[in-house]
């Protein structure tokens, strides 16, 4: 059964480095998604992403943040300079009919 | 706006005992809703949703939702708990007006604790 990939499983970088989580979306959905989930709290929306284009996003995802989708595969989230808040688990997801699937997610710990 | 309020961010239950996770809604159309379960050191996995047509839906591992628009529910049952099911279970709603493409809104999570 197809999956979605990410990788690295875990990041770990210095305060105000750039990290690039990637995400290998299901071949053929066409939406995709971020989220993020902070240790100990729940699941929080990051942005979509349609047609090369961001389709929504959250007031979380300020100028430090980015979304690519550079190939027809891979889907990538950018942290410009990355802050102490910024450590939590990231997921990407992809949507077929109307159900989004996730990834495993990719840890970040920003020391 | 929507939101998602699950009561008890912790529940246990004895081995072969009626599990049930609540999860209350609000929504400003038709909402499409959903249960996902995170497993220790894993990502989400679906485990059921609504999407518009039989209230009752029937997901994997024996667990099932009643969608209430009276009572702005879908809560989470299974008959007889297994220790399989200790896991941390969300509870999340999506605008369906939109065909579900929407982003999701995600519940603080209820964590279930099987006791043997």
């Known amino acids: 059964e197809p999956e979605v990939t990410q990788t690295p499983s875990h990041q770990v970088t210095q305060m105000g480095q750039e990290v690039i989580l990637r995400c290998v979306p299901i071949?053929?959905?066409?939406?995709f998604y971020w989220y993020r989930q902070i240790l100990g709290q729940k699941v929080e929306f990051l942005v979509s992403?349609?047609?090369?284009?961001?389709?929504?996003k959250s007031e979380i995802f300020d100028d430090q943040f980015s979304v690519e989708r550079p190939d027809g595969s891979n889907f990538t989230l950018k942290i410009r300079s990355t802050k102490l808040e910024d450590s939590a688990m990231y997921f990407c997801a992809s949507l077929h009919t109307d159900t989004q699937y996730f990834g495993p997610g990719t840890r970040l710990t920003v020391l | 706006a929507q939101s998602v309020t699950q009561l008890g961010s912790h529940v246990s239950v004895s081995e072969g005992a009626l599990v049930l996770l609540r999860c209350n809604y609000s929504?400003?159309?038709?909402?499409?809703l959903f249960w996902y379960v995170q497993y220790p050191n894993q990502g989400l996995q679906l485990l059921l949703k609504?999407?518009?047509?039989?209230?009752l839906v029937k997901g994997i591992n024996g667990f099932e939702a009643e969608f209430k628009k009276s009572e702005t529910s879908f809560h989470l049952t299974k008959p007889s708990a297994h220790m399989s099911d200790a896991a941390e279970y969300f509870c999340?709603?999506?605008?369906?007006?939109?065909?579900?493409?929407?982003?999701?809104?995600f519940g603080t999570g209820t964590r279930l604790t099987i006791i043997p």
């Open positions: 929504s400003s159309v038709p909402p499409y």
């Open positions: 999340a709603v999506s605008d369906g007006a939109n065909f579900g493409n929407e982003k999701l809104t």
């Open positions: 609504y999407t518009s047509a039989a209230t």
């Open positions: 071949s053929n959905h066409l939406y």
């Open positions: 992403f349609y047609n090369n284009e961001i389709s929504e």
